[in-house]
C-alpha cells in the first residue's frame, strides 16, 4: 500500500478500512443518507499528495481522487488509464504515450501532456522532498539529477504535442509500466498545487471521484465525477466514516455497508453457520510482516545475531495462536500470488539450541555482551499485539535477552522512521504494483530511500540490479529467486507472516471488490433499494 507502506501494529487482518480515529469530514457532520451512497469505515489521511504519501489509508483515497497513464488490471497487469495506448521500442529505452482526447480536470479544465512532465518534476524537485520519487520514476532519464538539485527538469520526459507523451529511461526496466501505476506518477493541477502546502485539503484531480474539501469533522465524503474520462462511478457518493471502535459493531447495526474483519471477530465473521457467512469476502493481499533488524547499528550488525533472533522465534506457533490459520507463516519475503513467489524457499529454521550457539560465535560472544535492544513500534499506552509480545517473550526465554518496547505515534513511524528507528522494528509492507522488485530492492537495495533497516548487501545489490535489467521474465525471477534466498539465510529481516483482507459486504451492495494491494475498487459498485 506507499506505497503503498503499511504499517499494521494492531490486531487488523485487512487493509486500511480497519484503521479509525477522529479527523477530517466536510464542516456538516450530520451524516449524509440515501439510497446511492456507499458508506465505509475509513482514516483521516496524513497528506493527499500523490508525490509524497507513504501509508496506505490515504493512498486509498487518492487512487480514487487521481489517476495516470496506467492502472493496474484485474490480471495485476497495467492497462490503459489516461493513456489509451503507447509504444516501446526495441531496445526498451523509449516509451511514448498517447494519451486519451478531452480528459478533464475536477475543475473543468482539459489535461495535456505537459501536466504530466510537471507533475513528475514537481515531484522530483527537492523543494517537493518525495520519498517514493526515486523507487517509481528513478528509472527515467534526469530524474536522479533532479532529486540531487543539479537539473531543474526531467531531461528524459518530452511533451511531443498536448496528446503525446514520450520518456526515456537511464536502462531497460521490464517493470516500468507497473511502476508508473502507482501514485506517484499520477498528474496534480499545477493551479492547484499554487495554492499553498495545504492545497490537497481541496484537491483537484482527474479520478473518477471528486473530494471538495477535507475540514475536521467525523467523516470524508467523495462525489463522483461526472465528467470521468472512463465509465461514470454508478454510486453518487461514497462515505469514510472516522471513528472510533470496533467496524464490526457499525456494520452489525447497519452504520456502513463494508467493513474490515479484526482478528477479535474473525471467528464470528468464519463461521459457516453465522450470520456473516453469506456477508464475507477473503482476499488475497500481496503483504509481508516482518521484524527489521537495523544492521547499521550493534548488535544487529553481526549477521549471526541477525541468525540468532530469527531462529529463536517458532512463527508457526505464534502465527496459529494469534491468527487461527487466518493468515499464513512467512519463510521467505514474496507472498503468495506475486510473480516469482517460491514456496520452497528454504527459510531459517525454529532452533533455539542452535540460536544460542550463534550468540556465543558472534563477535558479541555472550548475551551479556549485547547491548540494549529497543523495538520501536507504532501505538502508544503499552497496548501491543499479542503475536509481537510473543516474538518478545521467546527472545527473553530462549536468549534470555530482554527487549524494551518505544512506541512512538503513527504519522512519525511512516514517514519518519528512517531517523525515529532503533536497533529493531516491526513493520508490514503491501505492494504498490504486483513485481518481486517492490519488495527485495525496494525494502533490501542498499541505496533504497525505504531500506530503513539500512541493510546493505554487494551480492544483492548486484543480483537485483542485474534482474531489474533483464527483459526475459524466466531468467528475471531466477535472479530475484537468487536474492531472495541469501537475504533470508544473512537474516536480513525476521519474515514473519503473510496477510490476507477479510471483509465483510452487505447483501445489497454489488461489485465491490478489492485489488491484491487492498485497494478498494469503486466505480463498478451498486446498491440494491434495502
Same mark, same amino acid.
Request: charged share 20%; aromatic share 12%.
Given at each position: ?11 487488523? %487482518? ?5 484503521? *479509525? ?32 504519501? *507513504? ?11 487521481? =489517476? ?21 521500442? +526495441? ?33 522530483? *524537485? @527537492? ?27 526531467? !531531461? ?16 531497460p526496466c521490464s517493470f516500468f509500466l507497473s ?17 499553498? !502546502? ?11 471521484? $471528486? ?36 467496524? $464490526? ?34 482476499? +488475497? ?13 550493534? @548488535? ?34 514474496? @507472498? @503468495?500470488?506475486? +510473480? ?21 560465535? !558472534? ?20 497496548l501491543l499485539p499479542v503475536e509481537l509480545e ?19 505515534? $503513527? ?36 541505496? =533504497? ?6 541493510y546493505s548487501n554487494p551480492e544483492v545489490d548486484?543480483? %537485483? ?11 528475471? $525471477? ?53
Amino acid at each position: 500500500m506507499k506505497k503503498i507502506l503499511l504499517i499494521i501494529l494492531s490486531v487488523c %487482518l485487512s487493509f486500511s478500512l480497519l484503521l *479509525s480515529g477522529c479527523g477530517y469530514a466536510p464542516e456538516d457532520n450530520t451524516m449524509p443518507t440515501g439510497n446511492n451512497v456507499l458508506t465505509l469505515v475509513g482514516q483521516e489521511p496524513y497528506t493527499l499528495d500523490p508525490a509524497k504519501v *507513504s501509508d496506505s489509508g490515504s493512498v486509498t483515497y487518492i487512487y480514487q481522487i487521481f =489517476s495516470g497513464l496506467l492502472k493496474m488490471g484485474d490480471d495485476l497487469t497495467p492497462v490503459a488509464d489516461i493513456a489509451q495506448s503507447w509504444e516501446v521500442s +526495441p531496445d526498451g529505452l523509449t516509451y511514448t504515450f498517447y494519451l486519451k482526447p478531452n480528459v478533464k480536470f475536477h475543475n473543468g479544465r482539459v489535461l495535456t501532456a505537459a501536466d504530466f512532465k510537471y507533475s513528475w518534476e514537481r515531484a522530483a *524537485s @527537492p523543494a517537493t522532498a518525495s520519498n517514493t520519487v526515486l523507487t517509481f520514476l528513478g528509472d527515467i532519464q534526469g530524474v536522479t539529477e533532479m532529486v540531487q538539485g543539479q537539473a531543474n527538469s526531467i !531531461s528524459g520526459v518530452t511533451v511531443v504535442d498536448d496528446l503525446t507523451l514520450k520518456v526515456k529511461l537511464v536502462s531497460p526496466c521490464s517493470f516500468f509500466l507497473s511502476k508508473i501505476s502507482y501514485v506517484t506518477a499520477f498528474v496534480v493541477d499545477k493551479d492547484n498545487v499554487s495554492q499553498g !502546502s495545504d492545497w490537497w485539503k481541496k484537491p483537484v484531480g482527474t479520478g473518477p471521484f $471528486m473530494l471538495p474539501e477535507l475540514t475536521q469533522g467525523n467523516y470524508i465524503m467523495l462525489n463522483s465525477n461526472p465528467d470521468y474520462y472512463d465509465t461514470p462511478a454508478k454510486i453518487s457518493s461514497v462515505i469514510f466514516r472516522l471513528q472510533s471502535g470496533q467496524p $464490526m459493531d457499525l456494520y452489525e447495526v447497519g452504520g456502513i455497508d463494508v467493513a474490515g474483519v479484526s482478528a477479535d471477530y474473525l471467528a464470528k465473521a468464519t463461521d459457516p453457520d453465522g450470520v456473516f457467512s453469506a456477508d464475507l469476502q477473503v482476499v +488475497p493481499q500481496l503483504s509481508f510482516y516482518y521484524f527489521a533488524y537495523v544492521t547499521s547499528k550493534a @548488535p544487529f550488525d553481526d549477521p549471526k545475531i541477525r541468525q540468532a533472533f530469527s531462529m529463536a522465534v517458532d512463527k508457526a506457533r505464534i502465527i496459529e495462536l494469534s491468527y487461527k490459520g487466518s493468515v499464513s507463516v512467512a519463510e521467505g519475503i514474496l @507472498p @503468495p500470488g506475486m +510473480p516469482g513467489y517460491n514456496p520452497d524457499l528454504s527459510g531459517l529454521e525454529y532452533n533455539p539450541e542452535r540460536a544460542r550457539e550463534l550468540i556465543a560465535e !558472534s563477535s558479541y560472544g555472550s548475551v551479556e555482551n549485547l547491548p540494549t535492544i529497543t523495538l520501536t513500534a507504532s501505538g502508544w499506552g503499552g497496548l501491543l499485539p499479542v503475536e509481537l509480545e510473543a516474538v518478545i517473550d521467546q527472545w527473553r526465554q530462549n536468549l534470555g535477552v530482554e527487549v524494551v518496547v518505544r512506541q512512538i505515534d $503513527m504519522e512519525r513511524f511512516l514517514y519518519d522512521l528512517q531517523t525515529e528507528k532503533d536497533n529493531l522494528y516491526y513493520s508490514g509492507w503491501v505492494a504498490d504494483y504486483p513485481h518481486p522488485q517492490d519488495f527485495l530492492s525496494v525494502l533490501f537495495e542498499t541505496t =533504497s530511500s525505504y531500506n530503513s533497516g539500512d541493510y546493505s548487501n554487494p551480492e544483492v545489490d548486484a543480483l %537485483l540490479v542485474q534482474a531489474a535489467a533483464t527483459l526475459d521474465t524466466e531468467e528475471s $525471477m531466477q535472479l530475484y529467486a537468487q536474492a531472495e534466498q541469501i537475504l533470508i539465510n544473512d537474516a536480513a529481516c525476521l519474515s514473519f507472516w503473510f496477510g490476507k483482507n477479510y471483509v465483510l459486504v452487505k447483501p445489497y451492495v454489488k461489485g465491490y471488490k478489492l485489488n491484491a494491494m487492498g485497494i478498494p475498487i469503486l466505480t463498478e459498485v451498486t446498491l440494491e433499494a434495502h
